[in-house]
């Protein structure tokens, strides 16, 4: 690895950091705009990070140092991600270290002590919104798991700027099984970032909710490093996605200035497009009820299973 | 003789005789806590260390040593053979008791049912026949020993006998345990092969005809299954595991499911010599079914010892999945992969043993401070008692699989095994393998809910009975055996490069190829042949830590308020107590819902005027009803209609006799 690399793997954490919020604002804005309401500024995201960032932070009598922690826990794990997957450039080092699986898991860590604090005030809403997060987190994480095992048998690799620069390659065209694993992403990614069939992220509504009920005891710095992680989580979910299903315009080689001239603007227009697509789903569906969700999932679930044996059937 | 005595074999050997010693000790002063409680099981402790360094030693040097002992009936020595197999589970056993009998010293305590004399006895006999399972090179010796260890735990699991339900769990153990024994017996019969000796090495060279070759397979799967709690002979283990003081349900957990393991291996790989592809399939369906099982009865559980124990089956399904795995590579000529398959199988081994023996002892020590096993009584123990608080929580994300941590690199290894599969010649087997890959995964998510559960429900919230203020951390001796265990848990995570290595003379030795090494640095672990794929469990670690502490950093730098405590906002609802927290039935509740089909329950739900509400809810499993209830029923239906011929009268028997030598005299005649 040459230092050029540690360049790019730096650059593209700083990148997902910054670029999160103003996805988040971009979606926010065409949803806005299909529900003929009047749209939010794109920075909304950061303004309320700053404003967050500057607040006298409240914390509850009885809560237990790893309620503190978990906030650093879980946005130190989501900027990770965002480093391992390839987003710009497949040259990554850090990859080396950590593959698809451990990037899976390195979202279940972050999953893990988000409802362990979430319990550890011990309020009702707490238990409950962790309770729905693992709910939901126990049958999204292997599908997700088995999305990209289909990907990963086409490519013979777990490693994703592997499966990444061989399905970018071009002698891949859109098979069978990863046209089945691509729904199940998608239904993976709204499940997962409590996007609206499955979660309403504009509610507060107690009897509906699943990400807010966890972090409600939150406020001020660690409330904002919540948000963050969320957004990041999006963020990386969503490059998750391009790396599987849509891997143009990523820099295979020792990513230079002309690569970035590429990858960037390649990047940028596949997340403004990703943002709008989303922004329809949610305005066509409504949010269903908490106890359908497994059936989501579960359908989810199901199809990537499907993927994975029409690759073994048709080798394709 | 005396100048050819194996040194490390000779050291095993003695050091398993001290244990027995240590044992016996404890009759000598069987009422005194201190000196059987503390210095016994201390001195006891220490032994095991010894162990796991000669075992240790043996293991790293990859040799074969073999010992004669002219001990037992006459022209029937005891064999002894200490190769890598054996070293491996040696190892294991020492290493995993040093934590457990450290934590054992601080925590027995008068007035606990068995005098703590006499637990030291059943406790050191008990450790010593495991060491007797694992160096035993002949049946006799291995039956003898496997025979001891059960004897030795089914006394340690009846320590509290006057509780009746302890007894029938005890009986239920000692039951199932018999059925496993019986099949060992039988298992080994085949094995002899006609040659009619029972050494391990005449049976390696004994040639079996297929047919008999895979009843040998069958029989010991049916045997080490059940002593390993395999669907669906694994009713005993979530009654009996729990039963038992804390200590000795983590050496069950942690160390005796692993003896079945040793025996599996033993016989399938070792004794059969080269196994048949298609024999694989059944502890492979068995064991995913298994992960299935146990994973979701454990997410129902509102006992914290009876949600460990189905926890262990889960993993032991994991183990034994493995093990299939391993069997379907090596029988179709794929050596390499096989040996990545067995290699994740043992990893598993190793990790479960320090990761569930961990938890087994939290769980102690709570039942200690407390005396609560209910989950739904427990609650916010983390103020209380932060010691056993954060060192069970290691153990609580390594057994969900989170990376950097060792249950992670043992799944890992098993996945990318799994991979493989496509590359099988068998059509069937390669449509079955995805199918297996997610239920797999699927048990891997759900340890997740059931670790959150667990923890969340024990540790975390608000104490849920009063009576928990005056809980208290656990004492020295027992946070060394927690603190042990839980460096066990980090070690095996962060450098799984260093194991792999040391596991390369036990796959060489039984499916005949080491693991390649594909990577040149001494943290990552590259194990895959010919591909690309790797994991640095060091720099992953890293990595995390350094963009956690870059975040306190800057926030720090730019943040300028301070922080402030107050009362939980709760949305603004400020009558809340702790009662409103979920308990563990609720925290179980979409399992139950999702899963429905698979328990029994029975509910008692509270007339719309009660006064005194109170609601209780009750999971069997239906294997009871469908399965366990009709066989008892037809035994004792047998036994009955036996019964009729026993009339109680000399004469009668007299009768029987005569009618008997009647009948031999006659087939001697006419033969």
């Not at chain 1, 919104?129 to 798991?145: D, I, N, S, T, Y």
């Not at chain 2, 104490?463 to 603190?483: F, K, M, Q, V, Y």
Request: hydrophobic share 55%; net charge positive.
């Amino acid at each position: 690895m040459k230092p050029v690399d540690w360049i790019t793997q730096v650059l593209e954490m700083a990148a997902a950091l910054a670029a999160a919020p103003v996805f988040l604002g971009w979606l926010n804005q065409c949803r806005a705009w299909l529900q003929n309401r009047r749209a939010p500024s794109l920075w909304l995201p950061y303004r309320n990070l700053h404003k967050l960032f500057h607040k006298e932070a409240v914390i509850a009598e009885n809560a237990s140092p790893l309620f503190r922690i978990a906030p650093y826990v879980v946005f130190g794990a989501m900027v990770l991600a965002a480093g391992i997957i390839p987003s710009m450039g497949t040259r990554l080092p850090l990859v080396v270290s950590a593959d698809a699986i451990a990037l899976v898991g390195l979202f279940a860590a972050a999953r893990m002590f988000m409802t362990l604090a979430a319990m550890d005030v011990g309020t009702a809403f707490g238990t409950l919104g962790a309770r729905r997060e693992m709910m939901v987190g126990f049958l999204a994480e292997p599908a997700l798991l088995m999305v990209i095992f289909v990907a990963s048998l086409i490519s013979s690799s777990t490693a994703l700027p592997v499966i990444t620069a061989h399905l970018a390659s071009g002698h891949v065209g859109l098979s069978p099984s990863l046209a089945f694993s691509a729904v199940a992403f998608i239904l993976v990614l709204l499940a997962e970032n409590a996007r609206i069939p499955v979660d309403n992220p504009a509610t507060h509504l107690e009897l509906t909710m699943i990400h807010e009920a966890m972090v409600l005891e939150y406020s001020a710095r660690h409330l904002a490093l919540m948000e963050w992680a969320a957004q990041l989580k999006l963020f990386n979910y969503v490059c998750i996605g391009f790396a599987l299903f849509f891997p143009w315009g990523v820099a295979t080689g020792h990513i230079g200035p002309a690569g970035l001239l590429v990858a960037i603007p390649a990047l940028a227009v596949k997340l403004a497009a990703a943002g709008l697509g989303l922004a329809v789903i949610e305005t066509v569906s409504a949010k269903m009820r908490v106890m359908r969700i497994p059936e989501f999932l579960g359908t989810a679930f199901l199809f990537a299973v499907l993927g994975l044996l029409v690759h073994v059937l048709l080798k394709a | 003789m005396i100048t050819t005595l194996p040194p490390l074999l000779t050291g095993c050997v003695a050091l398993l005789c001290a244990w027995v010693l240590v044992g016996l000790a404890g009759l000598l002063r069987p009422g005194s806590v201190r000196f059987a409680g503390r210095t016994l099981f201390t001195l006891g402790a220490v032994l095991g260390l010894g162990l796991a360094v000669l075992a240790g030693a043996s293991l790293l040097s990859g040799g074969t040593e073999r010992l004669i002992l002219p001990l037992g009936l006459p022209n029937l020595p005891v064999h002894l053979r200490l190769d890598p197999l054996s070293s491996l589970f040696l190892f294991l056993l020492g290493a995993s008791s040093f934590g457990i009998s450290v934590f054992a010293g601080g925590y027995f305590r008068q007035g606990e049912g068995t005098l703590p004399g006499l637990l030291c006895l059943q406790y050191h006999l008990f450790l010593a026949s495991m060491g007797g399972v694992l160096l035993a090179n002949d049946a006799y010796g291995f039956l003898v020993a496997w025979e001891v260890m059960t004897l030795s735990s089914y006394f340690l699991v009846t320590t509290q006998h006057r509780i009746p339900e302890i007894r029938r769990a005890g009986f239920l153990y000692l039951l199932m345990a018999h059925v496993g024994a019986l099949c060992l017996l039988l298992c080994f019969g085949v094995l002899q092969g006609g040659s009619w000796l029972f050494t391990f090495h005449a049976m390696r060279a004994a040639h079996l005809s297929p047919g008999w070759a895979a009843v040998a397979f069958l029989l010991a799967l049916i045997g080490f299954g059940a002593k390993a709690g395999l669907v669906p002979l694994h009713v005993w283990l979530p009654d009996a595991h729990p039963a038992a003081p804390s200590p000795v349900s983590a050496l069950m957990s942690g160390v005796m499911l692993k003896t079945a393991v040793y025996g599996m291996l033993r016989v399938g790989l070792d004794l059969l010599g080269r196994p048949l592809w298609w024999w694989g399939l059944a502890p492979l369906i068995l064991g995913l079914l298994t992960i299935f099982y146990g994973v979701v009865f454990a997410a129902v559980q509102t006992d914290m010892k009876r949600l460990l124990a189905y926890s262990s089956i889960e993993n032991m399904g994991l183990v034994f999945a493995g093990i299939g795995l391993t069997i379907v590579f090596a029988g179709s000529g794929m050596p390499a992969v096989a040996a990545l398959a067995l290699l994740a199988t043992l990893y598993h081994c190793l990790n479960h043993s320090f990761m569930k023996s961990l938890l087994f002892l939290g769980t102690g020590s709570v039942l200690h401070a407390t005396g609560e096993r209910n989950l739904g009584r427990l609650g916010g123990l983390i103020h209380r008692m932060p010691w056993v608080a954060w060192l069970t929580l290691i153990g609580t994300l390594a057994i969900a699989g989170l990376p950097p941590l060792n249950g992670f690199v043992s799944e890992w290894l098993l996945l990318q095994s799994f991979l493989f599969a496509g590359q099988l010649p068998h059509a069937f087997v390669n449509l079955l393998i995805p199918m297996g890959m997610a239920l797999v995964v699927l048990g891997a998510a759900l340890a997740g809910y059931v670790m959150v559960k667990f923890y969340g429900i024990i540790f975390l919230g608000q104490p849920r009975e009063t009576s928990l203020a005056h809980a208290h951390d656990c004492g020295r001796l027992e946070r060394i055996g927690l603190l042990w265990l839980a460096l066990g848990c980090l070690a095996l995570g962060l450098f799984p490069l260093q194991v792999v290595h040391a596991l390369g003379a036990v796959t060489g030795q039984l499916v005949g190829a080491a693991v390649p090494q594909a990577s040149a640095h001494w943290w990552l672990l590259a194990p895959v042949p010919g591909r690309s794929v790797s994991y640095g469990p060091l720099v992953f670690l890293t990595a995390t830590a350094a963009v956690v502490l870059l975040t306190v950093f800057v926030v720090r730098l730019i943040y300028r308020q301070r922080v402030r405590r107050g009362p939980a906002w709760d949305c603004g609802f400020g009558a809340a107590t702790a009662r409103m927290q979920d308990t563990a039935e609720g925290f179980g509740q979409p399992i139950r819902h999702l899963f429905q089909p698979f328990f029994e329950i029975e509910r008692e739900l509270p007339e719309p005027a009660d006064r005194t509400p109170r609601y209780r809810i009750a999971i069997r499993e239906r294997i009871w009803r469908l399965a366990y209830e009709p066989l008892a029923r037809a035994v004792g239906r047998l036994a009955n209609a036996a019964a009729r011929i026993q009339q109680g009268r000399i004469s009668v028997y007299l009768l029987y006799s005569f009618v008997t030598l009647l009948v031999l005299l006659a087939v001697a005649l006419i033969s």
